[in-house]
Structure formats: C-alpha cells, structure tokens
C-alpha cells in the first residue's frame, strides 16, 4: 500500500447502502492506498462522525452534508477551512490526494484540494424533463473538462463523454465472489414468502423504478404460468398501481425491498436471473451489477434488448418486446441444463471482479501521478 497517496472517493451514497460499485470499489482500492469514503448521510446537524468498516478504508459521515449546506449559503472560504479541518486527520502533510467523484451536482471537489480529479460516470441523467437533462449535460461537460482522468460504466456512456474529450477509459462494474461463497449462500435463510411449489423460479433484484419495464415482466408471468417470478426491490409510490398488478399475477411475488442474506438467498437458489429493464436510451447506459452476479452464481442472465446486454450474447440471453422476454426466459430455463454454458458464465464473472477493476483504475492512477510529478 502506497502510503502517500490517499483516495477520498465521493458519490452521494451512503455507505450502509446495499453495496454497489461505489463501497466496492472503495474496498477494492484500499489494497493500493487508503480510502477515505464519504458518505451521503449524517448522524445529527454539524456532527461529523466516522468509522472503519475494512482495515484500509474510513467512511466519514456528516462532512458532504455540512459543505453542501455551507455552500448553498455561500459561506465562501468556510467551506474550504472546514473541509480541510475535518480531512486534516486523515491525510498527513506530505500525502498527494486523489479525488474520485461519481457525481457532477455538489462537486465536492471545489472544496477539498487534490492532486488528481477523478471522474467515474457510472449514470445517465434519469430526468425526462429537457431543462434537467440540459443542466445535468452542463455540469458534465464542466467536469469532463476539469478532470484529469475520466472512466465510464459503460460503452454509451463512454461514447458520450467522448464527445467532450478523447480520453474516457471504460471500467465496467463487476462481482463481489466474496459476497457469494458457497458457505454464505447456504447460511442465508430461506424468506417467509418464498414460493412453495416446488416450480422452477426466475428472479429480479434491483428496484422497481423508471428503469424497470412491467409490460416485459408481466408478459413473461402470463407466458411461462409454469414458473414463479420473483420481482424484488424498492417499490416507488408512482409506480404502485403496476407494482400492485404485477404482483396480483399468482405466479408473482413483489416481496420489496431486501436485506443482504434474503437477496442472497434469492439469487443463490433462483433457477433465472432476470434484467427487465426498459428499453431506450437511458437504460442502454447501464452496465447492471446484478448481470456479473448471477453470472458468479450460474444463473442463466436472461433481459430485455438493452445495449449492454445485447453487446455480451455469450453471457446474456435477450429478447425484442414483452413477447421476446417472455421467450427468453423459457430459454434461459434451458440452457441452465447446459453445463458449459453455466460454466461459461461462471468464468467470465471470476474474470470481472472489483479486484480486477481496481487493479486497473490504479495502473490509470499511478501513471497519472507520476506524469504530474514531472
């Protein structure tokens, strides 16, 4: 571990969150540095708090709140003093600090000096409103200019901020093998709700948001009555008269949202992962996270005609419109007899995991330091 450099990695999250790539990757690059994580929330008003979940990572809490407050009221260098102060314990004088942002709205950065401003574009803007979307592209051009290393989740999003600048490595997301050991998923215990029929089960884990297309998930309930679905995650209030419809189905179960060890279970003993996710511009921009863990598992990857999915046929199995999904998941059924397709999936998630994507970030990192030490 390189003990004069620290990464202080911000996205808006907080850090109890179901992991995604921001605590994995946070995890992952502490092998190289130490992290300093802030966090999104706060555990009372000023009250900057934090702890250590791993050895070489410390997420800080209540600091990305006080600076957003301060600076929507234009404390001016207040803002700078107090970030400075509160980091001042983490990083020694003499330490270079590399800023990981995966946001373009509060732009901590402004306020905390670096040596090294890291953009990671993990999302797409998902406002339909023009004078949103106008905003957002604003603000990510500004930042595609000011950073000196740019990385993208995935291509479409790369092709995006290409246009503002050439160099955009792509660092898709990946898997956690060591969140999915055979010992965790056998100790996992079995939901109240889990289906007792004995019928094969397709399972979705995510969120049942804007992303998420029902005329696909009810297509495919209605077309394999042999089989149970399972369609997990947050349930968002406009979205509750399709939530309540597709969970009306008898073959359906919306359980909302999970802990680790149920989403664990469901996706250690599900017969199909599933990825529903509309088709269209914005959700071409997503490289799902649950595509590398059901491939992890050998669960036959079965989704909609998103780019990232339809871009890997070796690993996904797609289909065009409700009916399409709806095959695609008799498909997936299928193959799940294969044994060098369930081999194959299960090889290529070993080959992608956070280890693997941290390992490459920080080649990208170390060059860039030593070119600005020059």
Not at 242 to 263: F, R, W, Y
């Amino acid at each position: 571990m390189r003990q004069d450099v620290i990464l202080v990695m911000f996205s808006g999250v907080d850090w109890n969150l179901p992991p995604a790539r921001q605590q994995y990757l946070a995890k992952a690059l502490s092998r190289y540095c130490r992290v300093v994580f802030l966090d999104g929330g706060r555990d009372g008003r000023f009250r900057i708090t934090h702890f250590n979940p791993s050895a070489g990572v410390t997420v800080v809490r209540g600091l990305a709140c006080l600076l957003t407050a301060l600076d929507r009221r234009r404390a001016g260098r207040m803002v700078y003093l107090v970030a400075r102060r509160a980091l001042a314990r983490f990083a020694h004088n003499g330490q270079r600090v590399v800023y990981w942002g995966m946001e373009n709205s509060a732009r901590l950065d402004r306020f905390i000096q670096h040596d090294l401003l890291v953009y990671d574009c993990i999302d797409p803007c998902f406002s339909s409103l023009e004078s949103e979307l106008q905003e957002f592209d604003r603000r990510e051009q500004q930042l595609l200019r000011e950073a000196d290393v740019v990385f993208a989740t995935a291509d479409a999003l790369a092709e995006k901020c290409r246009q503002s600048r050439v160099e955009v490595l792509l660092l898709n997301n990946a898997c956690a093998p060591e969140d999915y050991t055979p010992e965790l998923v056998a100790a996992a215990p079995r939901p109240a709700w889990w289906p007792s029929s004995g019928q094969p089960v397709a399972a979705y884990l995510g969120s049942l948001d804007w992303r998420f297309d029902f005329e696909a998930a009810r297509a495919a309930a209605l077309g394999n009555q042999e089989v149970e679905f399972i369609f997990a995650g947050r349930k968002l209030q406009f979205n509750r008269p399709a939530i309540e419809q597709l969970d009306a189905l008898p073959n359906v179960t919306c359980p909302g949202s999970l802990s680790v060890e149920e989403g664990r279970y469901v996706a250690g003993h599900c017969d199909v992962g599933l990825i529903p996710f509309t088709p269209g511009a914005m959700n071409d921009c997503i490289n799902p996270v649950k595509m590398y863990m059901y491939a992890l598992l050998g669960k036959p990857v079965v989704g909609t005609a998103v780019r990232e999915l339809t871009a890997r046929p070796d690993i996904a199995i797609t289909g065009d419109g409700p009916e399409g999904f709806a095959a695609a998941v008799k498909e997936g059924l299928s193959r799940k007899q294969d044994p060098a397709y369930v081999g194959h999936l299960q090889e290529w998630a070993r080959s992608n995991t956070w280890d693997h994507r941290a390992e490459t970030a920080w080649e990208v990192l170390q060059q860039h330091l030593a070119g600005s030490q020059k």
